[in-house]
């Protein structure tokens, strides 16, 4: 945290006051135009101050890790569906009646698909999968891309684990690539409040579906 002092003495404040008040100030800081602005728009600027009456400036990295905090609020299924990549994924965890479980404490490690990725499944699979009649097929498939526990990519290690779903996923990493059974993890580590999630570009199927 960076300490500002804001001490002017009278007579520096003197003489600025006369230089305005004849019109030849040609600039301000831009602290003070912002703070005139703000005036102008009826609205009262407050600068935070310590016990000793100096201005308090954050630093740019406590700027950065609120502005991290605030991004990470909200549930696996509130960053999924905040984001416009994953519509197909939603609308089928929406059907498969998983959204109360995936917006539940968790903590949850979930291999997203893309749109992208389920457009690519092969003509009519996610329109079968999508009718009612075929929930629990939906809630296989969806569980068979979500590990219990939060696992960042930076943890994965090449082997065999177990999902949510009852059966075994295929991990492998090459360098900082990471695929999971023919998928590849295109990004990684998307927070959520309640786990982490990794996109990837293919929608992986239980082998017995």
Known sequence: MRIQSFAPSLKSLVAVLAIAAT?????????????????KANKTVVQPVNNTGSVIVPTSVELAETATKTKAAGTIVDVAASNASFKTLVTAVKAAG????????????????????FAALPKGTLEMLLKPENKAKLQK???YHVLAGEVKSSAIKPGQVKT?????????????KVKVNNANVTTADVKASNG??????????????
């Open 23 to 39: 019109g030849s100030l040609l600039s301000l800081p831009a602290e003070a135009k912002t703070c005139d602005s703000a005036a």
């Open 141 to 143: 498939v969806l569980t």
């Open 164 to 176: 949510v779903e009852g059966q075994s996923v295929t991990l492998s990493t090459m360098g900082k």
């Open 98 to 117: 998983l959204v109360e479980v995936l917006s539940g404490k968790g903590p949850f490690t979930v291999f997203a698909p893309t749109d992208a990725a």
């Open 196 to 209: 982490v999630i990794h996109v990837i570009d293919r929608v992986i199927l239980p082998p017995n579906l």
